[in-house]
């Protein structure tokens, strides 16, 4: 059974900084794209970043020079560095395996449609104020 768990998630004020942690069991993410998406009040579901299998990396605008992601492969950990945070990035963040796969679809019916599901976090709050 594949189970993600994202943590590390609370409240902020702005220009602070938060470090998402997301725990993997049940599969190796060492040869898997993994990522976080964000979902907005504004119910926009965005992909914040990624990281493939190689360890290329990829920023939404929005978040780039501002946000770090990296991952701990021997304790299958991914983890997101929220650094100058501000109050637009307030949303909650869920970890996915193979990001690419649920794009068009978390965009169109928004992120928390895979809350839960297969290769899918619960989410962790982020509040900037």
């Known amino acids: 059974h594949v189970q993600l768990v994202e943590s590390g998630g609370g409240s902020v004020q702005a220009g602070g900084s938060l470090r998402l942690f997301c725990t993997v069991s049940?599969?190796?993410?060492?040869?898997?794209?993994m990522g976080w998406f964000r979902q907005t009040p504004g119910n926009e579901c965005e992909l914040v970043s990624s990281?493939?299998?190689?360890?290329?990396?990829y920023y939404s605008n929005s978040v780039k020079g501002r946000f770090a992601i990296s991952q701990d492969n021997a304790k299958n950990m991914v983890y997101l560095q929220m650094n100058s945070l501000k109050p637009e990035d307030t949303g909650v963040y869920y970890c996915?395996?193979?990001?690419?796969?649920?794009?068009?679809?978390?965009?169109?019916?928004?992120?928390?449609?895979?809350?839960?599901?297969?290769?899918w976090g619960q989410g962790t709050q982020v509040t900037v104020s």
């Open positions: 996915a395996i193979d990001p690419a796969t649920w794009m068009t679809a978390v965009q169109a019916l928004g992120c928390q449609t895979r809350r839960g599901m297969n290769y």
């Open positions: 990281i493939s299998s190689d360890e290329n990396t």
């Open positions: 049940g599969f190796s993410i060492d040869d898997s794209d």
